[in-house]
């Protein structure tokens, strides 16, 4: 039996899977720079008078998420029928932070938390896995989690800029948050590592809402309201 023929056409579906990955790279890599860009402008939020764009911060992030939005929409259509998991951990952690930036987003705007459906809408990915390429359950959730981290650092610095309302309610908001992850049976070893994590973003945000407590400073009005 002649196998040459044969291993001549395993090499070309080889080929052909690899140029196919290559492709996928590309696209995440697209990706990445347009998440790092949206990240950049939300991070203002933590400089001085950034709780005083707020709304504007917001309308600048959602312009770029623009760009993702047609990003997705190349990624999606490289995928062939039925194969999402198996190319998905090339754009796993990108979707991740694309999570958590939209639910950031969704928090700045609303102080509400983003549903699955809240996060698939704002990237334009559907959330059904029988859509093929979908915003998958987990990622979602690891984008909370993600959430939750930079909201104890904005807590921090809310206070520094002279906000001793929004701490508060950002208390409130994350203990809500643990309290909904508490109800998960996570099995998922890197979900659950994050899920570990999130105990300390609630005691650092309770530590900073303590401190306004002694220092008579809970209840005095915000001196910097969000969007003035």
Sequence with gaps: MDLAPVFAQYQEMLDADQDLREEIRLVVRELDTTGREVSLILQQIHQEDGLRQIEDLCSKAKATLA?????????????????????????????????????????????KLALHSDVGKLLQVPIKEENGFHLDVEDYL???????????????????????????????????????????????????????????DVKKIEEVVYDLSIRGLRNRSATITKGN
């Design 67 to 111: 760009k993702a939005n047609i990003q997705f929409s190349d990624l999606a259509s490289k995928i062939p029928p039925n194969q999402y998991f198996r190319f998905n951990d090339h754009w796993r952690y990108v979707m991740q932070r694309y999570s958590f930036l939209a639910a950031l987003i969704f928090f700045l705007e609303s102080e």
């Design 142 to 200: 690891s984008g909370l989690l993600q959430l939750a981290s930079e909201l104890s650092r904005l807590a921090v610095n809310s206070v520094t800029a002279g906000n001793y309302d929004l701490p508060i309610r950002i208390s409130r908001f994350v203990s809500e948050l643990n309290g909904g992850f508490r109800l998960l049976n996570l099995k998922n070893d890197s979900l659950r590592k994050r899920f570990d994590a999130l105990k300390y």
